[in-house]
């Protein structure tokens, strides 16, 4: 049915709401049709266009604003969006962050702004202020990432924001980059070369974690000068990889850094190499298919999440969850999404998080709240905003499991 949007404006100009749009009509500075939505996993786009505005600058065009019918201009977020994620206790920025894409050159001057018009796509991510009013509109607590080229004068001014923007009474987490033993991500690569200048190491992975945690160690120190007056309300996040204890044993002992973060940060993700050939290569049943990814939760947190674990409790910090869930790719597109629409799923994802509770207790993050089904993966609790709970076996999970 789509949904009803309302553009409006001040001031004198020639304004066009193109593209694939449903019906319209034009009002006093503004104009009103439906935005059809989703279809499928397809986005159906609107572009709203000024191709003229009054001569002189006596009555310029300003104040262009689009939103749901109905909804106030000072009001930031969606219902939807605020609706779909009030059930979630803590909300890990990453992709707000625009961590991945490894911005060079990151300086306060540059950083991204509320008034700025591009947000989602903006080279460091959404606006801080947008995060926090997010964290605080839901009540929840705030996970942060900062860039791995931000300067000094960027974390400490980024920790003063966070520290006045949100409670006392709540948790603020807050990560270096992130996946920093990861090299799809370019922050990785320069770990790398930095620790190896530094003569750190000549052990070319080791490099990557030393230098790891030689500038966790250092963001760190400003976030908790920062947060003095409150430092039981922050969490210092060192996050390791998973499946390779080892890397955390490396950053909390050898490098010493289980004194300068509160917590140990893994991604028990399941399933990652099922369509492996020496695994299910080729194979295309549901319920094959569920049974080795129940199989692989099992191995994942009886063995690697419980070495962590124990790693976490040896250096006295708390072991959690940045990521996890599912982690089905480089299968066939559509065995992925059957697999992750099935009633089976469902029954994995309370398993995967009744285990957690059980043998870790603390916080886990799932990954990620909304996103289509495509080659690259199957990440979404949901697959687009307002699908129906019932095709959501994932979320309807983690929502019964309870915040």
């Not at 962050?97 to 947000?119: F, I, Y």
């Not at 080229?149 to 409670?167: C, F, K, S, W």
């Not at 419980?306 to 599912?326: D, S, T």
Request: include cysteine; hydrophobic fraction near 40%; proline fraction near 4%.
């Amino acid at each position: 049915q789509g949904t009803t949007i309302v553009c409006t404006w001040e001031g004198t100009a020639d304004v066009q709401v193109g593209g694939e749009r449903g019906p319209g009509k034009a009002l006093d500075h503004g104009y009103e049709f439906v935005w059809p939505g989703m279809a499928g996993n397809t986005d159906k786009l609107v572009f709203v266009q000024v191709t003229g505005t009054a001569a002189g600058a006596s009555d310029p065009l300003r104040n262009l604003d689009c939103r749901e019918k109905g909804v106030a201009r000072g009001e930031m977020f969606s219902a939807e969006t605020v609706e779909s994620l009030k059930p979630y206790g803590v909300l890990r920025y990453l992709d707000w962050s625009a961590v991945n894409g490894n911005p060079q050159n990151v300086v306060w001057s540059k950083r991204t702004r509320v008034e700025d018009l591009n947000q989602a796509m903006a080279p460091l991510g959404v606006a801080l202020e947008y995060q926090i009013a997010l964290a605080n509109r839901l009540n929840a607590e705030p996970w942060f990432n900062i860039p791995w080229n931000a300067d000094e004068d960027y974390v400490r001014r980024m920790a003063q924001l966070v520290h006045d923007g949100i409670p006392s009474n709540r948790q603020v987490y807050v990560e270096l980059s992130n996946e920093v033993w990861n090299f799809s991500f370019g922050a990785t690569a320069q770990a790398q070369r930095e620790g190896l200048a530094e003569g750190l190491t000549t052990d070319a992975f080791k490099a990557v974690l030393l230098r790891h945690a030689e500038k966790t160690r250092w963001a760190m120190t400003i976030w908790k000068q920062v947060f003095a007056d409150r430092p039981g309300q922050l969490v210092r996040v060192a996050a390791t990889q998973n499946d390779n204890p080892w890397t955390a044993e490396v950053e909390l002992g050898e490098a010493k850094l289980a004194a300068d973060v509160d917590a140990l940060a893994i991604a028990p993700y399941f399933g990652g190499d099922l369509f492996s050939p020496e695994k299910q290569k080729g194979v295309t049943d549901t319920g094959v298919l569920l049974s080795a990814l129940g199989a692989d939760l099992d191995r994942i947190m009886t063995n690697y999440a419980a070495k962590n674990a124990e790693i976490a409790k040896k250096y006295g910090v708390r072991l959690i969850g940045y990521e996890g869930g599912q982690h089905l790719v480089d299968g066939n597109v559509a065995v992925v999404a059957a697999v992750n629409r099935s009633a089976g799923m469902y029954d994995l994802y309370k398993r995967y998080l009744t285990t957690w509770k059980s043998q870790y207790n603390d916080t886990l993050v799932l990954f990620a709240s909304t996103g289509a089904i495509s080659g690259w993966g199957a990440w979404g609790l949901r697959e687009y905003a307002g699908q129906p709970l019932a095709e959501t076996p994932k979320r309807r999970a983690a929502l019964e499991f309870g915040r």
